[in-house]
């Protein structure tokens, strides 16, 4: 047993490298790429959570492990080899933040690793790199010019996203949000109020072997310990007892409310958490028109849908940019705008090195077409909830202050009493508005903002 516990840390440590390479030399898309090889492998949930660790934590630390690296190395880590600099990196992290690591292993598997993708000489690079870095690792400092500088390095994050967030709040509520967004996503789930309470749904789960605590964030959400098996795999799952969901989005059906026998529009729906849940407040009851630009995203949607025995929802393929021609308004609308995802960069590990400022720009225009459109689909007296899992202003706050200038017809309106007492907003959700910080109560980042058609 042994003998194959060590001969599939070697295979992972290979397809580590393999996909750290493809995400940082070739732009691949770590999620997508992760799914697709742990789909094609045979392995056990802890070995998956291995990969991904190795993965996810290598691409999200890069910048960290670069300037590690830089201190033993003569030549700067961006002029290295390739392959070279991601046996590296991959290395390093398992060297400086993976814990009961057999640490000479890991040296010699990367050597290995080396003289397979970068010969011979390469490979005593990395033995040398590697075991100095071992002797002084308890005595590494990082250092920069300034504080800013200083934080993007140690915390691994582009020094505009520090700058920005620096501007915008005190440098130790920032190092939180960093130090958050470095962290592991956890997994947290909503009972489906139409089969089960939350209680109920922590029992069944307990009788499956899966340990869950109660989330602050939300009445309805449960925190997944590790778990023995994937999660999909669970009559729980199966049955349509829950919906894997973070509190801060479970938020969206708080805040819209939707009535049974309403129309609702749920406009970018995605995969159907925000939908699935809308129709778990209309006791399965009325009308959702649910649109995406994405045909493979709205397939999902219609499983879980079968999975929930939800049947309330009708989806449409469509681009949002252009309208939906002959459709009429609804009740309540709600637009999950397309953002920086700059809220949830713990879940997305390379989402940190794709934005950049002028992203912010082109969403922000994408973002403003699409509120035009959800607009008009809003009955007269009907409300209109925007949302992003973004922090950033100009696609929250000043893109809703942009909108009412020029709709005198739509107002913010207050939805205090709609979301939990501990959050701490509740001024600004009087108001009509609400930004959760990411890392808050252990939540996603999120922005709301609820208008109602006068």
């Known amino acids: 047993m042994e003998g194959t516990h060590k001969n599939f840390v070697q295979a992972y440590r290979e397809a580590g490298v393999r996909l750290v390479y493809e995400v940082m030399e070739e732009g691949a898309f770590a999620n997508l790429l992760l799914n697709r090889f742990l789909k094609s492998s045979a392995v056990a949930v802890p070995e998956r959570r291995l990969l991904t660790e190795i993965v996810n934590g290598t691409i999200r630390m890069v910048k960290h492990l670069d300037g590690v690296l830089n201190l033993f190395l003569t030549k700067a880590v961006h002029k290295q080899n390739p392959w070279l600099r991601n046996i590296l990196r991959v290395s390093a992290y398992q060297l400086l933040f993976m814990d009961r690591l057999a640490v000479y292993a890991c040296v010699n598997e990367a050597v290995e690793l080396g003289r397979f993708f970068c010969g011979e000489k390469l490979s005593g690079v990395i033995n ?63 009972n489906c109020s139409l089969r089960n309470s939350r209680a109920e749904l922590r029992e069944m789960l307990r009788m499956e072997g899966v340990e869950t605590e109660e989330s602050p964030a939300h009445p309805r959400a449960l925190k ?9 795999n669970s009559r729980a799952f199966q049955e349509g007892r829950f919906y894997i969901q973070n509190p801060a989005s479970m938020l969206a059906a708080d805040i819209l409310a939707p009535q049974p026998g309403e129309h609702i529009y749920d406009l970018c729906c995605g995969v159907g958490g925000k939908t699935t849940n809308l129709a778990e407040y209309m006791d399965n009851e009325g009308r959702i028109t649910a649109v995406d630009l994405y045909d493979n995203k709205l397939s999902l949607l219609r499983r879980n849908c079968d999975r929930m025995n939800i049947g309330v929802v009708e989806t449409v393929c469509g681009d949002l940019q252009k309208g939906l021609g002959s459709y009429l308004p609804g009740d309540r609308v709600i637009l999950d705008a397309p953002c920086s995802g700059l809220g949830v960069l713990n879940r997305r590990a390379d989402a940190r090195w794709r934005i950049e400022p002028g992203t912010i720009k082109e969403l922000s225009e994408l973002q403003r077409q699409l509120l035009v459109q959800a607009a008009s689909l809003v009955k007269p007296r009907g409300v209109l909830l925007y949302c992003t899992c973004t922090v950033h202003p100009e696609e929250n706050e000043t893109q809703i202050e942009n909108f009412l200038r020029s709709r005198g017809d739509f107002q913010l309106e207050d939805f205090c009493e709609r979301i939990p007492r501990i959050y701490n907003e509740r001024a600004d959700a009087q108001k009509g508005m609400l930004k959760i910080i990411p890392g808050r109560l252990d939540t996603d980042g999120m922005f709301y903002a609820l208008m109602r058609r006068v």
């Open 128 to 190: 040398g790199v590697l075991r100095n870095l071992i002797r002084h690792k308890d005595n590494i400092t990082l250092t920069a010019a300034t504080v800013p500088e200083y934080l993007s390095v140690y915390y691994s994050h582009p020094l505009w996203i520090v700058n920005w967030m620096l501007d915008l709040w005190p440098e130790e509520q920032v190092r939180q949000i960093l130090i958050y967004n470095n962290q592991a996503p956890s997994v947290t789930v909503r």
């Open 224 to 232: 997944l310990k590790p778990l023995p098996f994937s999660l999909e």
